[in-house]
């Protein structure tokens, strides 16, 4: 007998963005794709100590939050030149930086999870 | 030649002298995503007056300014990213400093080559050693115009208008003997 899926807990609805590749301008900067926006379900929480750990140390002082979606949430790309997602939630952008894409286990249906860092301003790229 | 100039004209030079695109010559810390490797980026590093400034006045009576403009030696780093890019720097460096014809691309923006420094590996320096990273700094000469200020220029004709009511103007003179 297979057990039901498990679902998120204390779901919310949280918006989506996506933006389409970016292309590089003649002037050799980008210009961002257009985005997309869909409401999906997840699980907000803080983000821990050991979570933090995992990003750069200019972020660590910033608004951080870690998410859990059965939608798929997906970072940067420099392959694709697609942008990280941004997900809005009561009003605040947040650029998601981090992704762990876990599959699905027994009744633990696919599901994605990321860490968020409110949006202070665009990335930069070619740093050092 | 202001700082955007500057960059364009030696990102229209090391696209010429590599056969890149503008994908590949990018804007240092431009937003948005970075690309995929291999690619270097241009970054205005700074600009600064060789001697003194000259001024001369321009313009016509009436409306004149006075122009100062000034000769400016500007420094422009190029740094590449990835294996592939190793060798881009060598070649940028070589080409700028020996006047190669690439490097027309940037003369005719008014930018003209000086000298560049050998290829610096930065890959430790950013402690991106799954990235060879290389770093070459160009110079180059211009000239730029730094003001056009009418505050500073003289006046040479004042044309006065008077709108005044009828007025009697009675005039007496005294002859003393």
Same mark, same amino acid.
């Given at each position: 007998?297979?057990?039901?899926?498990?679902?998120?807990?204390?779901?919310?609805?949280?918006?989506?963005?996506?933006?389409?590749?970016?292309?590089?301008?003649?002037?050799?900067?980008?210009?961002?794709?257009?985005?997309?926006?869909?409401?999906?379900?997840?699980?907000?929480?803080?983000?821990?100590?050991?979570?933090?750990?995992?990003?750069?140390? $200019?972020?660590? !002082?910033?608004? +951080?939050?870690? &998410?859990?979606?059965?939608?798929?949430?997906?970072?940067?790309? /420099? #392959?694709?030149?697609?942008?990280?997602?941004?997900?809005?939630? $009561?009003?605040? !952008?947040?650029? +998601?930086?981090? &992704?762990?894409?876990?599959?699905?286990?027994?009744?633990?249906? /696919? #599901?994605?999870?990321?860490?968020?860092?409110?949006?202070?301003?665009?990335?930069?790229?070619?740093?050092? | 030649?202001?700082?955007?100039?500057?960059?364009?004209?030696?990102?229209?030079?090391?696209?010429?002298?590599?056969?890149?695109?503008?994908?590949?010559?990018?804007?240092?810390?431009?937003?948005?995503?970075?690309?995929?490797?291999?690619?270097?980026?241009?970054?205005?590093?700074?600009?600064?007056?060789?001697?003194?400034?000259?001024?001369?006045?321009?313009?016509?009576?009436?409306?004149?300014?006075?122009?100062?403009?000034?000769?400016?030696?500007?420094?422009?780093?190029?740094?590449?990213?990835?294996?592939?890019?190793?060798?881009?720097?060598?070649?940028?460096?070589?080409?700028?400093?020996?006047?190669?014809?690439?490097?027309?691309?940037?003369?005719?923006?008014?930018?003209?080559?000086?000298?560049?420094?050998?290829?610096?590996?930065?890959?430790?320096?950013?402690?991106?050693?799954?990235?060879?990273?290389?770093?070459?700094?160009?110079?180059?000469?211009?000239?730029?115009?730094?003001?056009?200020?009418?505050?500073?220029?003289?006046?040479?004709?004042?044309?006065?208008?008077?709108?005044?009511?009828?007025?009697?103007?009675?005039?007496?003179?005294?002859?003393?003997?």
């Amino acid at each position: 007998m297979t057990a039901p899926p498990i679902g998120l807990t204390a779901p919310e609805t949280v918006t989506l963005t996506r933006y389409a590749a970016q292309t590089i301008g003649s002037d050799g900067r980008p210009d961002r794709g257009s985005p997309t926006s869909t409401s999906i379900a997840a699980t907000v929480a803080p983000a821990s100590p050991r979570t933090l750990e995992r990003l750069p140390e $200019g972020m660590r !002082t910033r608004s +951080v939050l870690t &998410v859990h979606a059965y939608d798929q949430i997906r970072t940067a790309d /420099q #392959h694709t030149g697609t942008p990280g997602d941004e997900i809005v939630r $009561g009003g605040i !952008t947040y650029a +998601v930086e981090v &992704v762990d894409e876990w599959p699905a286990l027994g009744p633990i249906p /696919q #599901h994605w999870q990321a860490i968020v860092v409110r949006l202070a301003e665009l990335p930069a790229v070619g740093g050092p | 030649m202001s700082p955007e100039e500057i960059i364009q004209a030696v990102r229209g030079f090391a696209k010429s002298a590599l056969s890149l695109t503008d994908s590949q010559v990018i804007v240092y810390q431009g937003p948005g995503v970075r690309p995929a490797s291999a690619y270097c980026s241009v970054q205005f590093v700074g600009d600064e007056s060789t001697g003194i400034a000259e001024s001369t006045t321009v313009g016509t009576p009436g409306n004149l300014s006075v122009r100062v403009s000034d000769h400016r030696r500007c420094q422009v780093s190029v740094q590449t990213y990835g294996a592939s890019a190793d060798a881009w720097a060598s070649s940028l460096a070589v080409m700028w400093a020996s006047r190669h014809a690439a490097a027309d691309v940037a003369r005719t923006a008014g930018l003209h080559p000086a000298r560049a420094t050998g290829p610096r590996d930065t890959t430790v320096l950013t402690d991106t050693s799954h990235e060879p990273r290389r770093q070459v700094t160009l110079y180059g000469y211009h000239r730029t115009t730094i003001a056009d200020d009418p505050s500073l220029g003289y006046v040479s004709q004042i044309d006065v208008a008077l709108d005044m009511p009828p007025t009697t103007i009675t005039a007496s003179s005294t002859e003393v003997p």
